[in-house]
T-cell receptor, first 116, second 112 residues
Framework: DADVTQTPRNRITKTGKRIMLECSQT?????MYWYRQDPGLGLQLIYY???????NKGEISDGYSVSRQAQAKFSLSLESAIPNQTALYFC???????????????FGPGTRLTVL | GQQVMQIPQYQHVQEGEDFTTYCNSS?????IQWYKQRPGGHPVFLIQ?????EVKKQKRLTFQFGEAKKNSSLHITATQTTDVGTYFC????????????FGGGTRLMVKP
């Protein structure tokens, strides 16, 4: 979805390096998420944020940190990358519907990260 | 913790054959969502089911939510090569807002 962008799209790095993945959205949504996708394991939630300054751990947050600098931006950092963090990373957003609930999530195009 | 499981993990079909993927939750769900991810793409929302026993159709796709709201299915009639991709179900994490727990997905491959 062009309304959710991720940079970089591909990244190869070495063990021990610090890496930052960026996510921006123009949908005006307050909720943003970072997921990791490994083959056959679906999508695992790393961190999520319901608003600026709100940060919450997901199911696999160890080794990762995030920053919600503005409503439209949510970045994911790997403080010291390791090979088993090689995966496809997706950012997603969601916003209130007309009925006052949050429904579908909108995903960015993904970042393919390889840690050597 | 809450688990959402999908079967099968992979499915090869001949174009024109039907396809079904099944989703089962360890807990009762307030709703269930289905997403499709094309090869090399990102997950895209297809539909949400809310009511017990609900059935919704989108052209050749039929989605069903079980009576106990713990299982769901997606059935594609007469598959086409454009149906290729991975289909994920997702349920609210411990029924907490729209935090989602995703199933492992079913990868559909269609032979022309």
């Amino acid at each position: 979805d062009a309304d959710v962008t991720q940079t970089p799209r591909n990244r190869i790095t070495k063990t021990g390096k610090r890496i930052m993945l960026e996510c921006s959205q123009t949908k005006g949504h307050d909720r943003m998420y970072w997921y990791r996708q490994d083959p056959g394991l679906g999508l695992q939630l790393i961190y999520y944020s319901f608003d600026v300054k709100d940060i919450n751990k997901g199911e696999i947050s160890d080794g990762y940190s995030v920053s919600r600098q503005a409503q439209a931006k949510f970045s994911l950092s790997l403080e010291s990358a390791i090979p088993n963090q090689t995966a496809l990373y997706f950012c997603a957003t969601s916003g209130l519907t007309g009925e006052g609930s949050y429904n579908e999530q909108f995903f960015g195009p993904g970042t393919r990260l390889t840690v050597l | 913790g809450q688990q959402v499981m999908q079967i099968p993990q992979y499915q090869h079909v001949q174009e024109g054959e039907d396809f079904t993927t099944y989703c089962n939750s360890s807990t009762t769900l307030s709703n269930i969502q289905w997403y499709k991810q094309r090869p090399g793409g990102h997950p895209v929302f297809l539909i949400q089911l809310v009511k017990s026993g609900e059935v919704k159709k989108q052209k050749r796709l039929t989605f069903q939510f079980g009576e106990a709201k713990k299982n769901s299915s997606l059935h594609i009639t007469a598959t086409q090569t454009t149906d290729v991709g991975t289909y994920f179900c997702a349920g609210p994490r411990n029924n907490a807002g729209n935090m989602l727990t995703f199933g492992g997905g079913t990868r559909l491959m269609v032979k022309p």
